[in-house]
């Protein structure tokens, strides 16, 4: 147990669906981010929140929604998803800053019919 | 080419044997971060190391960064079944809060 949890772990959606993934930490960090881990290419970091704003959205497409209520809890709203987006999504938080060890959690396994 | 190159991409080690993992970018790093990863699981944190020449060392897991803050390694000592998996390096290459990843390197351990 790494303190981030995950749900669902594993998700099947078709192509008009709308589905959302959800990350709690309680760790008491104030920076969550979203990865995603596709097979054959290296862990690619999606977003950013530092207190609760997004410092980041590394050129990932509109149909992905991130949401950050408050600094334990971080949301991404999935809608009209493709094929190539099934991969593991991967939450993360740590203390914002420099130097700061990031701390994963399970991941949703994604599959997108 | 990937900003944070690991090497090599997989290896198979027998039980006891030791191994090393590279991980190597062309830009000075300001902090690199060690990980493991069971198939299909989230990122297990190893260490950290953030400054040139530092070693770090847990159980029988050694980590360094080279002096340029360009090359880290990681090292396991008699290995056990119990270290297969993936380990992947991330480094913070802008002073920020933003991890790039390398490739990844499968460890599989024979007994």
């Known amino acids: 147990e790494t303190g981030v949890t995950q749900t669902p772990r594993h998700l099947v959606m078709g192509m008009t669906n709308k589905k959302s993934l959800k990350c709690e930490q309680h760790?008491?960090?104030?920076?969550m981010y979203w990865y995603k881990q596709s097979a054959k290419k290296p862990l690619e970091l999606m977003f950013v929140y530092n207190f609760k704003e997004q410092t980041e959205n590394n050129s990932v497409p509109s149909r992905f929604s991130p949401e950050c209520p408050n600094s334990s809890h971080l949301f991404l709203h999935l809608h009209t998803l493709q094929p190539e987006d099934s991969a593991l999504y991967l939450c993360a938080s740590s203390q914002a800053g420099l130097g700061e060890a990031q701390y994963f959690g399970p991941g949703t396994r994604l599959l997108v019919l | 080419s990937q900003e944070l190159e690991q090497s090599p991409q997989s290896l198979i080690v027998q039980e006891g044997k030791n191994l090393t993992i590279n991980c190597t970018s062309s830009k000075t790093l300001y902090g690199l971060y060690w990980y493991k990863q069971k198939y299909g699981e989230g990122l297990i944190f190893l260490m950290m190391?953030?400054?040139?020449?530092e070693e770090k060392s847990h159980e029988k897991i050694t980590a360094k960064l080279d002096e340029k803050k360009q090359q880290s390694s990681l090292h396991i000592t008699a290995s056990q079944p119990s270290h297969a998996g993936i380990y992947l390096c991330g480094a913070d290459m802008a002073a920020g809060n933003k991890l790039t990843f390398g490739g990844g390197t499968r460890v599989l351990v024979k007994p």
């Open positions: 190391l953030q400054k040139g020449g």
């Open positions: 760790l008491g960090h104030n920076a």
